[in-house]
């Protein structure tokens, strides 16, 4: 057990009042990796661990919290409040600063307990933390939690002592975020999803739950985005702009846009993909890149964001980088051809 291990083992058992919380617009890497460090601290230490949530998941991500149901801070923010007043111990999962809780930032740098960050992205913001487990060099946040795990001392690397809903939580986090072993996949990844399934996960329910229950109004909203809203610049990216008529013409529920932004990349010539879904008063914006070219770099250039070199995102904002949602295409289109141009010297 390394010494870090150790030292988390430890707090826990001193903490009376555990929470975990994970990043705004939770994905399956953050819903999947507080759920398992919560599963895993009541089953297995008796614990009293909630999860909580910046914001809710989107519908088809449910099936991962299995029994438990997390606090959501967006519709109960004094609970939420009142929770981390009283938290011993703070877990903090896949986000790399408080900022990325976007409306939590200030009750959690204000929580009195010992906060614990367990991290994949580059540049953590170690002062605030008082122990960080980071490293870039895995698929997930939740292969990270799943080695920490292992290491625990009623684990003792043997996958099949995790809470069955912990072992399925964390192999949804990780299918989900190397796009079911299309990206960022190490060893290591490969190992822990082969020791989950050897300790009983049903990778085939997760799956389906994932990629087999979608609604029809995702595929028909698929086909205009594709055939109407995409386009395809010289320079070799594709830079795609869903307005608010697009959500309302195919009655989309929230994240059924997820995974979109992938499509372009399969294009041979396409080496980074661009999606803006407009919210009010700004623009959410998804990058997604092939190798040798850095979507980290154009989100954090550009639109005052960041994340991983393959996957990132950030926003347009109205009025500081576009006066009106209606240049939000134009601007798009003309700072991602002067990134191409000035990083990559394609016209
Ligand atoms: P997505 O496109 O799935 O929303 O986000 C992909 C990745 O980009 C996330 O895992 C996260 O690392 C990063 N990301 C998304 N939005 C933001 C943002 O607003 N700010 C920063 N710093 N990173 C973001
Ligand atoms: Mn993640």
């Not at 850095?294 to 550009?302: I, N, P, W, Y």
Request: one cysteine or more.
């Amino acid at each position: 057990m390394s010494e870090k291990a150790m030292l988390l083992s430890g707090w826990a058992d001193e903490a009376g009042v555990i929470t975990a919380v994970c990043h705004a617009r939770p994905d399956g890497d953050a819903a999947g990796c507080v759920t398992a460090v919560v599963s895993y601290l009541r089953e297995c230490r008796g614990k009293d661990a909630v999860m909580i949530l910046p914001e809710s998941v989107p519908e088809t991500l449910g099936f991962v919290f299995g029994g438990n149901t997390p606090l959501t801070a967006s519709s109960e923010p004094q609970a939420a409040r009142d929770r981390l007043a009283r938290t011993d111990l703070l877990i903090c999962l896949d986000f790399n600063t408080f900022s990325r809780t976007e409306g939590l930032e200030d009750a959690l740098r204000s929580c009195p307990g010992r906060k614990v960050l367990i991290d994949h992205h580059e540049a953590p913001d170690i002062q605030s933390f008082d122990l960080c487990f980071s490293d870039t060099q895995v698929s997930s946040a939740c292969e990270l939690l799943y080695r920490l795990l292992l290491e625990m001392p009623d684990i003792r690397g043997d996958a099949s002592r995790l809470p069955a809903l912990a072992a399925a939580a964390l192999m949804t986090g990780m299918t989900t975020d190397t796009n079911n072993f299309a990206n960022s996949v190490f060893p290591g990844t490969l190992q822990m999803a082969s020791e989950l399934l050897a300790a009983g996960v049903d990778r085939k329910a997760i799956i389906d739950h994932l990629y087999f229950c979608e609604r029809p109004n995702r595929l028909a909203a698929q086909g205009e985005m594709l055939s109407q809203r995409m386009k395809l610049l010289p320079c070799g990216a594709a830079v795609t702009v869903l307005r608010k008529d697009f959500f309302e013409r195919h009655a989309l529920l929230d994240g059924e846009t997820e995974g979109f932004v992938n499509l372009p990349l399969t294009v041979a010539q396409v080496r980074l993909s661009i999606l803006a879904r407009e919210e009010d008063g700004r623009f959410r914006v998804s990058v997604r890149s092939k190798a040798g070219v850095s979507a980290r770099e154009l989100a954090t250039g550009f639109l005052h964001g960041g994340g991983h070199e393959q996957a990132s995102g950030g926003k347009i904002l109205i009025p500081e980088d576009v006066p009106s949602p209606a240049d939000a295409e134009a601007w798009l289109e003309s700072v991602t051809a002067r990134f191409m141009r000035e990083k990559y010297s394609v016209q």
